[in-house]
């Protein structure tokens, strides 16, 4: 069973909110929603055994939630943040201005019979990839923000395909106090889930709790593909249609839909990105004449004369733009001599662009001591024009420069669609002119910014500039008329500037492909170049398994109008908080992927003729305990109290964390695989529940926990079958712990 990391897009389903209230006795006459559970790490020394059974916990009730109808076609991925689901009334009244103790869940997917009963869909019906889910508060809320403003407050974010969300608070008057020192406004909720989400543990010990004030909402973002052969019932999965792509063998468990293979329906826009070099050499040379002529082309450089093919010690080896400031020359060659010089020389450097065809930009950059740039700017007379710098969008937040009607000049830091903030004036006008209606404005400031908001030039560390360009309909700065988006790269003046390979990057379907794959000795991906990281070589993942997209080939189109519908459904175990003990303390999150931040990888299949019990893939991850979790003031360093980790089913062997220093293995987990039994509607063939491991008191049956120092080492090994391909695994440590002080 599957499941990994953060998401979120917007198509919401505006159906009535459902929340089923349940009753909240004092003592419950009730068994767990799923059945019982186990744990990878009970005590065996301490002659108790550990009990899943959240009845047996003192003063324990629960309430359930069902979020809105979720409604599919076969191969089709639900992938969005859904509306918000409101508590239960009596929730909501029992525990305003007060503090809830969330001491585990379940959840499951089902669906309603013809008398309203619950009846669970089969994980090979609809399969949960992974879910990432919020309880707020009265004092809180989850919001849509910007690229920028996740990246500082991410901790709990949500992000896919361009949307980002956080938990906010809030401060309105609403008659309800303001939530105690220490006591969270909001809590996360995504531990344990993907396939395996329905019999994987989701609860804590004792004394331990998600603590919750005032709590209101609830909100999700699953991540769901229908794999639902229309032609069979849920007595036994047999596949429905799969695109040529698919890494499933036949007659398999599984669909391989369930792994977003790319299918015929994708297509991929690869770009080959070229840079220009200013000192040093090209960590990728351009390896021909063509390729030379096409990327200084691509760079903005504009040759003179006809570009040349030389073999020259006294240029850099590849290819080369040599600028002459006496004969005002720009010449392109790409030279064969393998021994030639480094990139540079000089102070001098110079180039130009434009965006749009009514707006231009040219700089002069001065690296002596005089420090100086020189920026001209051309536009149209009596409107405003303006440039953002080292920018592609207005989201990117640049530095620019506007000019108004009348040719006044003010620096901003823009905002994402907005106009952002004026900045302090680092600029002197040297040349104000209009000639047949354009407007030309020279200008100098030093290459250094004055704050951080003013973009600094550097031609050593970047030489190409990417830049947005707009013009307004007014003279005053205000909403913009036209737009665009180009580069220009600077160029050494009586010197060599290098034109190197960039790297490669791409759009999936129109959406921009990124990964961070961190080397050594964070990750190992890259090193052993798995096809995830790269655009050009991606099979399956996330990147193709957005929301709505349909998972099979073009001439694939079975069943189409034939749809699921069902709901998530939540069952949340609770004690009341009672802050005089305290009887609870609350859990943080914390978060490692073994792949690296990749967010997923591929199980790569073994050579042909790899013996089945060595058809094994290893990755391996080392970090810092304060990189998964952030210091805090006076603390030493935390305790892990539950430890989840993501693995999927079919391939998973077993996932292992241990402290590096000591070598100390802290956690295994070996997966259950489901047997097919007819008896239990949760042991599918071929998927998988992922024991959590658990840290409370011998009393409990359980190991005690151990503190972990903020600069100790971790280490992370990760095991899966290739025996075939898999698209879109996963290996993060979903956990929960407590700062030590």
């Not at 001599?337 to 110079?350: D, I």
Request: hydrophobic share 35%; net charge negative.
């Amino acid at each position: 069973m599957r499941g990994p990391q953060l998401v979120a897009i917007v198509v919401c389903l505006a159906s009535q909110a459902i929340a089923m209230p349940q009753a909240t006795p004092k003592a419950p006459e009730f068994a767990n929603m799923n059945g019982l559970y186990k744990i990878s790490n009970p005590n065996s020394r301490s002659g108790v055994e550990w009990n899943s059974d959240y009845t047996k916990r003192p003063n324990v009730s629960f309430f359930d939630v069902y979020t809105h109808p979720i409604q599919t076609r076969y191969g089709e991925v639900f992938w969005t943040m859904m509306d918000p689901v409101t508590l239960p009334d009596d929730i909501i009244a029992k525990f305003k201005g007060k503090v809830l103790a969330i001491v585990g869940y379940e959840a499951d997917q089902v669906r309603k019979t013809a008398d309203g009963e619950d009846e669970s869909m089969p994980i090979f019906w609809q399969y949960n990839h992974h879910y990432c889910a919020w309880m707020t508060g009265a004092k809180s809320t989850v919001k849509e923000v910007d690229e920028a403003t996740f990246k500082q407050k991410s901790e709990f974010g949500v992000y896919n395909h361009e949307k980002f969300w956080i938990p906010v608070d809030l401060d309105e008057e609403d008659g309800v106090e303001a939530a105690p020192k220490g006591i969270p406004t909001s809590q996360f909720i995504s531990e344990g889930n993907g396939g395996e989400y329905r019999k994987s543990f989701h609860g804590y010990p004792n004394g331990y709790a998600q603590l919750l004030y005032s709590p209101d909402t609830f909100r999700i973002v699953p991540m769901q593909i229908d794999t639902h052969n229309r032609d069979h019932d849920k007595s036994k999965f047999v596949a429905g249609p799969e695109p040529k792509n698919s890494g499933a063998p036949p007659n398999a468990s599984y669909s391989g839909v369930l792994e977003c293979p790319c299918t015929d329906r994708i297509t991929k826009d690869i770009t080959v990105n070229y840079q220009a070099l200013e000192k040093g050499l090209c960590t990728t040379v351009v390896t021909n004449s063509t390729e030379c002529f096409a990327a200084a082309h691509q760079l903005k450089i504009t040759a003179t004369s006809t570009p040349e093919v030389v073999s020259e010690p006294t240029l850099p080896s590849g290819c080369t733009v040599v600028k002459n400031s006496a004969d005002k020359t720009t010449k392109v060659y790409y030279n064969t001599n393998t021994k030639g010089t480094q990139c540079g020389g000089g102070n001098l450097f110079s180039g130009e662009g434009s965006a749009i065809s009514n707006v231009s930009l040219s700089l002069g950059l001065d690296a002596s001591s005089k420090n100086l740039a020189t920026i001209s700017m051309t536009g149209p007379d009596g409107v405003w024009f303006g440039v953002g710098l080292n920018a592609q969008a207005m989201e990117n937040l640049p530095y620019a420069i506007i000019v108004n009607g009348t040719g006044g000049v003010m620096e901003r830091k823009l905002g994402n669609h907005d106009p952002g903030k004026q900045l302090s004036n680092s600029i002197t006008v040297t040349s104000n002119t209009v000639v047949n209606g354009v407007r030309t404005i020279v200008m100098t400031r030093p290459l250094a910014g004055a704050t951080a908001d003013h973009f600094t030039f550097n031609p050593f560390e970047q030489s190409t500039l990417p830049f947005i360009s707009a013009v307004g309909n007014t003279s005053a700065f205000a909403i913009h008329r036209f737009k665009g988006t180009s580069m220009l790269s600077v160029t050494a003046l009586n010197g060599a500037t290098c034109i190197c390979n960039g790297g490669i990057t791409g759009k999936i379907n129109g959406n921009g492909f990124s990964k961070n794959c961190l080397p050594e000795p964070m990750g190992d991906l890259a090193q052993q170049k798995n096809p995830t990281c790269w655009v050009q070589t991606y099979r399956g993942g996330l990147h193709c398994c957005h929301h709505g997209w349909i998972l099979l080939d073009k001439d694939q189109n079975p069943w189409e109008d034939v749809l699921d519908t069902y709901f998530l459904k939540f069952r949340f175990w609770y004690q009341d908080y009672d802050a005089s003990v305290p009887t609870h303390t609350n859990l943080e999150r914390v978060y490692w992927q073994t792949e690296a931040q990749a967010g997923e990888y591929d199980i790569v299949k073994a050579p042909a003729g790899t013996p089945a019990n060595e058809a094994i893939q290893v990755i391996t991850a080392h970090w810092q305990v304060k990189n998964m979790i952030g210091p805090v003031t006076g603390a030493k360093g935390v305790q892990l109290i539950y430890a989840g980790g993501h693995c999927h089913a079919p391939s998973c062997i077993s996932m292992e964390l241990y402290n590096a220093d000591t070598g100390k293995l802290l956690c295994r987990h070996l997966p259950v695989y489901g047997q097919g039994s007819a008896d239990d509607k949760f042991d599918e063939d071929g998927y998988l529940a992922l024991p959590p491991c658990l840290w409370g008191t011998e009393e409990e049956g359980l190991e005690s926990p151990m503190l972990l120092p903020f600069n100790g080492n971790m280490t992370s090994i990760k095991r899966n079958n290739n025996t075939y391909d898999h698209y879109g695994e996963m290996a993060s440590w979903q956990m929960r712990g407590v700062y030590v002080y």
